[in-house]
């Protein structure tokens, strides 16, 4: 019976173990063993330098900037679309007309691609002169034009950029809150009316936010896991056919330049890509831990 | 307390509401306006909301442009995200299945495998991958450009945690049946799960339409393009063809809101019911 | 259902059958019998469908050209690893770690006898002790362009010094026209070396040491800064320096652009407007202008390595016509070969001339010991004194300093 039941296991998880061994397994360990050698411009490389990158990778103040931005990045991002997704699902919830036309409007930039977005971010809301749409707003209120991703002083860039993954992305984190609200219970609430809690803030803070835990802890992670992975945006609107600027470059974005363009230093990047990733797991473990993870609703 | 603050409260969300939901429209406004206009508009010193002349022969130009396949892209692209969308589903259902209800001693461990790959950026192990599809002779083939991306450890968590989550009394009453697991599976397991196949399925068809590097490498030969890589080439070394960039990228949007606004209701049941928390 | 779409439907459906039943026509790579070709994508009319007729008029192979959009330089870097990579590609390079690493094949006997004709600015990077890796197709080069009727309203001069430029660019900055657009970074892409060279330094010397380990340097480089703080640039214009766009839409006086932008300009201007190179600084200093050639490279992992050679020196050693047509009827190029050049009449007169000029007297080509890694630091340096406003001191010797690592790196190497 146990023989039988492995069988069936495996039938059914086989395909896709192996598939993933070969097509995630193999380069990952790949990379991991190209850390380990100087790897320019070759997958094959013959000169063993022992943590020779790893070394090389964490003097690089390039590299440890790259993290510093993730870090600055995480910060904006991670509550602002947090903040942001959970007051567009407690609105979405509580209207009463055309509830399926606002979650429609607030979901379909799912649907664009990070490429679509950046181009109309770049060339037609917050370009450095006066027909953009951002300058053309500040004119009213007479403003000057600002050069929004040229400067870093104020770093406007920021705005471009959280403003354009808080759209791409609002809607998709809103519906798994729509999701969380659908839950509660409504009896929850009568009882709060009973016991007379005005509606709003107290309501809020002691019965939704509580109820809604299991979904804000998986958003929290999904959240900070993608802020990590967070290339698109960036690349296509800061970058052109020269490279990129010093500023806003995060991790991801520096691994492209040193190990993908015409840079190639495979063994330098995968250093990096495996620090990073050990950053990631530490990262999401501690988060995962200290929120409670896997604790669902009503356990806690 | 009067009904009076409650009415005021009530009008505010919804004229917020409707502010929010115009901002979130500019953009795909700004994209078809741009694709129906000159290129000295869309760069044009002034702001405006219309173009001043509005160019429905842009549409006619990128299809017809003979040095750009556009159409052919449109179906490559189509072609290649249903599949992506298809495979995916089946691979990482079963192994999602089979990692939530079929007790095995090493399960677990097989689970931590799969979902570790998760923190790993696809772009780290990129040229690896690379150079391995290419030693396959894969190159510039529909195989290479679908086969690597169907296992998704994303979708096959997403899978695992629904499945946990779904009651257990149906799949009890078809084992007395004498139904096996395959045939539970298909039988009973699937026709159940709709919701989430819809969302799962959603998401990895997005994924797969909008993916630019993979196909840009893989698919070398211009019959092999994606919609994204003709996209990138209308910014060529010296100039971005402006208005085509935008129309083109209007067009290459319709398919996903489309496939967005019908499958809607599906996503939001099957998030409802999944375990994604 | 009508039986219209239902045609339709079936149509779609073998369409989609026949294109999962063939691969896309081609194996992988150079596997099959033919030459595979790549060149990047020119932003130029008629330049792909020329480069597709050169490859047709070879008669001893099959040659099959492949168009790429995208960042080129990463896609040759990728399939160069592979199988499936091109047999001859065109490459901004080589790179000194694709000569080192064997990538790429010596193409010295190509140009036995004529090595001469080759214009020596451009092919001198693509030599590596001695050998020559790659035969430059055309020569690209980058200037000012001036709005001559706006100088003459502001009473300004043609700049000839880097003092006058800024003096200029400020003059010129007027209510929603700006004085100089040097790209919408503040410059530090596109620029590159060239202000060090007209600061009368270089990027490498002779003997593979940092050429701009003085204090001219910072003190050059910091002026780009003044141009930024004087608000002065034009910044975050719809298009890039690449494109005269924000030149010809009168956001700036003066634009920073490739010589490909020079019939665009001319057409669109008229007389009104002229050219110079980036003007030099300070004592030792003189005008500057970058220049560049793509070259005609052969992969060390071609498997028809003799007949690709026998390509390159056909089209691009042998058939000199091809190369004229291809360097000036669709873009605007020099040719690479100095023969061409001087013949060639659409270069002889006006702004086209000058450009020609400058890129003789005063044009200065990337050395092949300044890696992308070198690049990349030195950017990064020149972003954060234009646009950070840090210290010019400072962030010149961290670059000389992380250069010098690098040129050790790439010449303890064989």
Known sequence: MRRTRALWFWVFVGPFA????????????????????DAHNTVTPTHFVGLGNY????????????????????????????????????????????????????????????????????????????????????????????????????????????????WLQAGFYMILFLAGLQRIDPVLYEAAAVDGARPGWTVLRHI????????????????????????????????DARGYPPYARPPLVYLYYTALGQGQNLGLGSAGAVILALVVAVVTVAQARWLGLGRREGDG | MGDGPVRVGRALRLVLLIALALLFLIPFWLLVRNGLAADRDITSAEWSLLPRQVRWSNVREVFGDSSVPF?????????????????????????????????????????????????????????????????????????????????????????????????????????????????TYWLVVVPNARPVFAAVGTIVFLGAWNSFLWPLVIGQDQSAWTVQVVLSSYTTAQVVRLHELFVAAAVSILPLLLVFLCFQRWIVAGVERSGID | MGSVSRRGLLAAGAGLLAACGSNTGRGGGSSGSGLVQWYHQYGEAGTEQAVRRYAAAFTKARVSVQWRPGNYDQQTAAAL?????????????????????????????????????FNPAVLGPKTYRGRVYGIPQVIDTQMLYYRKSLLREAGVEPPVSLDALLDAARALTRGT??????????????????????????????????????????????????????????????SDWADPSAFLQGLT????????????????????????????????????????AYGAAVSARSRHKEVAKEYVKWLWVERTDLQQDFALDYGFHIPARVSLA???????????????????????????????????????????????GASPEREVRGVVRKVSEELARVTRKR
């Open chain 1, 18 to 37: 192996l598939g993933l061994a070969l097509f995630t397994y193999v380069p990952l360990l790949w990379s991991v063993a190209l850390g380990f050698f």
């Open chain 1, 55 to 166: 070394a090389a990778v964490l003097r690089d103040d390039a590299f440890v900037g790259s993290l510093e931005t993730f870090v600055v990045f995480t910060a904006f991002i991670v509550p602002a679309t947090y903040v942001f997704s959970l007051s567009l699902a407690l609105m979405v919830n509580r209207v009463r007309r055309a509830r399926a036309f606002f979650r429609s409007v607030f979901f379909l930039p799912a649907a664009c691609s990070y490429v679509v977005a950046a181009l109309i971010w770049k060339m037609s809301i917050f370009n450095g002169v006066r027909s953009g749409l951002a300058n053309t707003v500040l004119g009213w209120f007479g403003g000057e034009p600002v050069a929004w991703l040229a400067g870093t002083d104020p770093p406007w860039y920021w705005l471009v950029v959280v403003t354009v993954r808080l």
């Open chain 1, 208 to 239: 939704t936010l509580p109820q809604l835990r299991a979904t804000s802890v998986a958003v929290v992670l999904l959240l900070v896991v993608n802020a990590f992975q967070a290339f698109d945006e960036f690349y296509n609107l800061l970058s």
């Open chain 2, 71 to 183: 159409a052919r892209s449109l179906l490559n692209s189509a072609l290649i995200a249903v599949a992506t969308t298809l495979g995916t589903l089946l691979l990482a259902s079963l192994a999602g299945y089979g990692l939530a209800r079929i007790p095995y001693r090493h399960a677990n461990k097989v689970f931590y495998g799969i979902l570790g790959t998760l923190l790993v950026p696809a772009a780290v192990t990129f040229v690896p991958s690379f150079v391995l599809v290419s030693s396959l002779g894969w190159v510039s083939t529909l195989r290479g450009l679908i086969v690597p991306t169907l296992f998704s450890a994303f979708a096959c968590f997403v899978f695992r945690q629904y499945f946990l989550g779904f009651p257990r009394e149906l799949e009890d009453a078809a084992q007395i049946d004498g139904l096996g697991y395959w045939r």
């Open chain 3, 81 to 117: 690893l592979t199988d499936s990579g091109p047999d001859v590609f065109e490459v901004d390079g080589p790179t000194l770690d694709q000569i080192q690493g064997g990538q790429v094949l010596d193409l010295s006997a190509l140009v036995e006898g004529v090595k001469g004709d």
């Open chain 3, 177 to 238: 026209v700006k004085g100089l657009f040097l790209g919408n970074d503040g410059g530090a892409g596109v620029l590159g070396g060239t202000p060090l060279y007209a600061a009368g330094l270089r990027l490498v010397t002779e003997d593979g040491g940092v050429g701009f380990d003085e204090p001219a340097a910072a003190r050059t480089l910091g002026k780009l800064h003044r141009l930024y703080a004087d608000k002065s640039l034009l910044l975050g214009a719809p």
């Open chain 3, 253 to 292: 006086a003066m634009q920073w652009s490739g010589l490909w932008a020079l019939p665009r300009v001319r057409e669109e201007l008229g007389d009104d407007f002229g050219v110079l190179p980036f003007p030099g600084d300070g004592v030792g200093g003189r005008p500057s202008v970058p220049v560049g």
């Open chain 3, 342 to 388: 001087r013949r060639a009449r659409r270069l002889r007169t006006g702004p086209a001339a000058d450009a020609v000029r400058f890129a003789t007297e005063h044009g200065h080509a990337q050395p092949l010991l300044w890696t992308p890694a070198a690049q990349t630091a030195y950017q990064d340096a020149l972003s954060r004194i234009i646009q950070g």
